[in-house]
């Protein structure tokens, strides 16, 4: 019989392994973040990059974002402040056309 293997997904606080990349790790997560934080494409990440004098292919910043951006984007999570449950309203008169309107705003406070 064979043994069933059990995937187990990597947890926030497990250490993220860089094992085998030329890269440094600092240069991998900034490219992993900079690709989600930011609505850039692959290419755009890497002239970025090129500019601040790292070169790579746009195709090795896919390759990271797809290996390493779960692991990156758990640790962000994790490490960020929880939201509150409290929400505040926002009221604001706002004149158009000579006419004079109440705009609310609903947000959650922090």
């Known amino acids: ?13 497990a250490p993220i392994s860089f094992k085998g990349y030329r ?7 900034y490219t992993v ?16 990059l090129a500019a601040r004098g790292i ?3 746009y195709e090795t910043v896919r390759c990271w974002t797809t290996k390493f951006g779960l ?10 402040r929880g939201q509150g449950d409290k929400w505040h309203l926002d009221e604001m008169v706002v004149t158009i056309n ?12 922090r």
């Open 23 to 29: 890269f440094p790790p600092d240069i991998i997560r």
């Open 98 to 109: 000579g006419r004079k309107g109440t705009v609310r705003l609903m947000g959650r406070r």
């Open 71 to 80: 692991a990156i984007a758990k640790r962000i999570r994790s490490m960020a």
């Open 55 to 57: 070169e790579l292919t």
């Open 1 to 13: 019989m064979k043994k069933a293997s059990v995937s187990v997904l990597p947890s926030a606080e």
């Open 33 to 48: 973040w900079l690709y989600y934080r930011f609505p850039l494409s692959l290419r755009m990440v890497e002239e970025m």
